[in-house]
């Protein structure tokens, strides 16, 4: 199973679509790990600045339907290269959410004033998280502030999780 | 309760049910381009698993870059070619028989009412204008359709948005779907399957309804669906007419895939067009829409007429109705990329090319290209493209342009003023 905590980036804004995350021109790549300089490369917001702000973190936190759009896959692989397997928002586009625990990696959800806590209470600070899987809870720490958060996925989704991806769950059952 | 066309699908498709609310379908079409599939084919490679689970089920295309620009592009035909090879799919489309994925496929009747189709790439909703349940996914989801011919999804919800009034002259497809998505929003039916239904659905062409169910997927659409009719029979009549005795025994066949009456919608939106005008988008999401005429002055760059949305015959045939004569602002460079080959012969026996030269357009081959910001019109920072294509996102046709979507009327009327104009055609 992947590792889903760490430090937190947080990301204030909905509708941040595959082409932000990973614009189509890096598209020509084969190997996942030359995605790793571009992530986020196109994604324009005051306060936000990818070659600063994405190093050393582990954990993406963010608004409403992330990863809208293209249906690309290189947008999780472009997170995972540079060590980010969890994303916790108040919603996912469905292709996006799918391609994350395809690969073993999380999206999860939560409510939407849980996630505004989270922004107003951390946003700005330097913020960790710690993911229990199995216990279905996030805690996030920053500066002496702690708060712990359930969360639910699904049985499949966890079996995902925990099988490391879609292929060989589906080539052993199907 | 009654069934709507997705659940009706899905019943007839399902093997296994892994958890509450995932279903498991068996897959009738698989289809792939040199973008999303090369990595697919590696890892099935990697994993000792390099096989496919029924060639003539996996339809196959070099479209998004082609011919290719360089050495990567070479290298994702080469993975491809090579592996449609070797696995004996003969449905494989190369450069010179290649095309736009979402025009090619329907044009060659791959796609029939009551199919389940999967493609790595987001506006394969497109066919569900067949009557079809069709959706787009990850590279992982496609190398298992590859690999076993099945693919989950949730249990599908519906939205039925029901199209009612009369389609003002002037007013095409593309504007009703710019409007119903400025409506219910990029997050309007994400997780859902949209039922486009009503008497402007009923009446539309199978280019229409593609052109609506393409851009699905851009309110978070799993698939758009149009139920199986007439006109969808006599689309598929030449793919189908060893299979059935007339096409209305065809039509009797598809209606076991139309919606109960009472069918069991999550939403029913009543969506009436009789007042709609030409539409077009003005920031970075496709539910930035506005009328035509607010935006009316706005200077643009480049204009371009393409792509899965709005490359097909019928859109080149209502642009060049709109440039026949004239010719393009001295202001802008203007490029029209036919969807496929065949598009692009019916538009040279018909004069459109001749027409589209004269005026100042460069005729490029069918091909992705410019809508992804990938070959063929990239725009450079600062530039803004009038497009008949599908997303606006920030950088979308390259790094720091703006693109506005808008009908080919619209972008062929743009072209003439070098700045956002109604068409001639819109006579309101």
């Given at each position: 199973m992947k590792s889903f905590s760490g430090k937190?980036?947080?990301?204030?804004?909905?509708?941040?679509?595959?082409?932000?995350?990973?614009?189509a021109k890096y598209l020509t790549e084969i190997s996942?790990?030359?995605?790793?300089?571009?992530?986020?490369?196109?994604l324009k917001f005051d306060g936000f600045d990818p070659t600063a702000d994405i190093a050393d973190k582990s954990v993406v936190v963010t608004r409403a339907n992330f990863g809208c759009g293209s249906s690309r896959e290189h947008a999780p692989w472009a997170l995972e290269v540079n060590g980010i397997n969890l994303v916790v928002a108040e919603s996912f586009a469905r292709i996006f959410r799918q391609n994350m625990f395809n690969c073993g990696m999380m999206a999860v959800e939560l409510p939407v004033d849980t996630i505004d806590k989270l922004f107003s209470t951390f946003g700005g600070h330097d913020t960790t998280v710690e993911t229990d899987v199995d216990g279905g809870t996030i805690t996030v720490s920053a500066e002496g502030m702690t708060e712990t958060i359930s969360f639910t996925i699904s049985r499949f989704d966890a079996d995902l999780v925990a099988s490391g991806g879609w292929v060989d769950f589906a080539d052993a059952n199907y | 309760m009654g069934r709507t066309i997705a659940q009706k699908i899905f019943d007839d498709h399902r093997i296994g049910t892994p958890d509450t609310d995932v279903q498991v379908i068996r897959l009738d079409a698989v289809f792939c381009h040199e973008i999303t599939t090369p990595p697919a084919i590696v890892d099935l490679q990697q994993r000792g698993k390099d096989r496919v689970f029924d060639p003539a089920r996996i339809k196959v295309v070099i479209d998004h870059v082609s011919p290719a620009k360089d050495s990567k592009t070479a290298l994702q035909g080469k993975i491809l070619r090579e592996w449609a090879r070797r696995h004996g799919i003969v449905d494989f489309f190369d450069i010179g028989a290649n095309g736009v994925c979402h025009a090619l496929f329907p044009e060659k009747g791959f796609v029939r009412p009551g199919y389940t189709v999967i493609m790595g790439d987001s506006h394969t909703c497109t066919h569900g204008a067949f009557g079809a349940f069709a959706a787009g996914v990850g590279t992982t989801d496609l190398e298992v359709g590859i690999l076993k011919g099945v693919c989950t999804f949730k249990t599908p919800e519906t939205i039925c948005i029901n199209i009612t009034g009369t389609l003002p002259n002037g007013v095409f497809a593309k504007d009703v779907i710019l409007s119903v998505i400025g409506r219910i929003g990029v997050n309007g039916a994400t997780n859902k399957v949209i039922e486009f239904a009503g008497p402007v659905v009923d009446a539309m062409d199978m280019e229409s309804r593609m052109t609506l169910?393409?851009?699905?997927?851009?309110?978070?659409?799993?698939?758009?669906?149009?139920?199986?009719?007439?006109?969808?029979?006599?689309?598929?009549?030449?793919?189908?007419?060893?299979?059935?005795?007339?096409?209305?025994?065809?039509?009797?066949?598809?209606?076991?895939?139309?919606?109960?009456p009472d069918a069991a919608y999550a939403q029913t939106i009543d969506h009436d067009v009789s007042n709609l005008t030409p539409m077009v988008t003005f920031g970075y999401k496709p539910d930035n829409v506005k009328p035509v005429s607010e935006m009316a002055g706005t200077r643009v760059d480049q204009v371009y007429i393409g792509s899965c949305t709005n490359g097909r015959i019928s859109d080149l045939r209502i642009a060049?109705?709109?440039?026949?004569?004239?010719?393009?602002?001295?202001?802008?460079?203007?490029?029209?990329?036919?969807?496929?080959?065949?598009?692009?012969?019916?538009?040279?026996?018909?004069?459109?090319?001749?027409?589209?030269?004269?005026?100042?357009?460069?005729?490029?081959?069918?091909?992705?290209?410019?809508?992804?910001?990938?070959?063929?019109?990239?725009?450079?920072?600062?530039?803004?493209?009038a497009a008949t294509t599908n997303r606006n996102f920030n950088g979308r046709m390259g790094k720091g342009g703006m693109v506005h979507l808008m009908s080919p009327a619209t972008a062929a009327a743009t072209a003439i003023a070098g700045t956002i104009a109604n068409s001639p055609l819109y006579t309101r």
């Amino acid at each position: 199973m992947k590792s889903f905590s760490g430090k937190a980036l947080f990301l204030d804004r909905s509708d941040i679509n595959t082409d932000e995350i990973i614009p189509a021109k890096y598209l020509t790549e084969i190997s996942r790990d030359a995605l790793a300089p571009y992530l986020l490369e196109d994604l324009k917001f005051d306060g936000f600045d990818p070659t600063a702000d994405i190093a050393d973190k582990s954990v993406v936190v963010t608004r409403a339907n992330f990863g809208c759009g293209s249906s690309r896959e290189h947008a999780p692989w472009a997170l995972e290269v540079n060590g980010i397997n969890l994303v916790v928002a108040e919603s996912f586009a469905r292709i996006f959410r799918q391609n994350m625990f395809n690969c073993g990696m999380m999206a999860v959800e939560l409510p939407v004033d849980t996630i505004d806590k989270l922004f107003s209470t951390f946003g700005g600070h330097d913020t960790t998280v710690e993911t229990d899987v199995d216990g279905g809870t996030i805690t996030v720490s920053a500066e002496g502030m702690t708060e712990t958060i359930s969360f639910t996925i699904s049985r499949f989704d966890a079996d995902l999780v925990a099988s490391g991806g879609w292929v060989d769950f589906a080539d052993a059952n199907y | 309760m009654g069934r709507t066309i997705a659940q009706k699908i899905f019943d007839d498709h399902r093997i296994g049910t892994p958890d509450t609310d995932v279903q498991v379908i068996r897959l009738d079409a698989v289809f792939c381009h040199e973008i999303t599939t090369p990595p697919a084919i590696v890892d099935l490679q990697q994993r000792g698993k390099d096989r496919v689970f029924d060639p003539a089920r996996i339809k196959v295309v070099i479209d998004h870059v082609s011919p290719a620009k360089d050495s990567k592009t070479a290298l994702q035909g080469k993975i491809l070619r090579e592996w449609a090879r070797r696995h004996g799919i003969v449905d494989f489309f190369d450069i010179g028989a290649n095309g736009v994925c979402h025009a090619l496929f329907p044009e060659k009747g791959f796609v029939r009412p009551g199919y389940t189709v999967i493609m790595g790439d987001s506006h394969t909703c497109t066919h569900g204008a067949f009557g079809a349940f069709a959706a787009g996914v990850g590279t992982t989801d496609l190398e298992v359709g590859i690999l076993k011919g099945v693919c989950t999804f949730k249990t599908p919800e519906t939205i039925c948005i029901n199209i009612t009034g009369t389609l003002p002259n002037g007013v095409f497809a593309k504007d009703v779907i710019l409007s119903v998505i400025g409506r219910i929003g990029v997050n309007g039916a994400t997780n859902k399957v949209i039922e486009f239904a009503g008497p402007v659905v009923d009446a539309m062409d199978m280019e229409s309804r593609m052109t609506l169910c393409n851009m699905a997927i851009e309110a978070g659409g799993t698939c758009g669906i149009c139920a199986p009719d007439r006109i969808s029979v006599d689309y598929l009549w030449p793919f189908i007419k060893d299979e059935y005795d007339s096409p209305e025994a065809a039509l009797a066949d598809f209606s076991k895939y139309l919606p109960d009456p009472d069918a069991a919608y999550a939403q029913t939106i009543d969506h009436d067009v009789s007042n709609l005008t030409p539409m077009v988008t003005f920031g970075y999401k496709p539910d930035n829409v506005k009328p035509v005429s607010e935006m009316a002055g706005t200077r643009v760059d480049q204009v371009y007429i393409g792509s899965c949305t709005n490359g097909r015959i019928s859109d080149l045939r209502i642009a060049a109705r709109v440039l026949a004569g004239k010719r393009i602002n001295n202001t802008v460079r203007a490029i029209v990329s036919p969807a496929t080959p065949k598009v692009y012969n019916q538009a040279l026996e018909e004069g459109l090319i001749k027409t589209f030269m004269d005026t100042g357009f460069c005729v490029t081959n069918p091909t992705c290209g410019a809508c992804l910001g990938m070959s063929n019109g990239v725009l450079a920072d600062g530039e803004v493209c009038a497009a008949t294509t599908n997303r606006n996102f920030n950088g979308r046709m390259g790094k720091g342009g703006m693109v506005h979507l808008m009908s080919p009327a619209t972008a062929a009327a743009t072209a003439i003023a070098g700045t956002i104009a109604n068409s001639p055609l819109y006579t309101r």
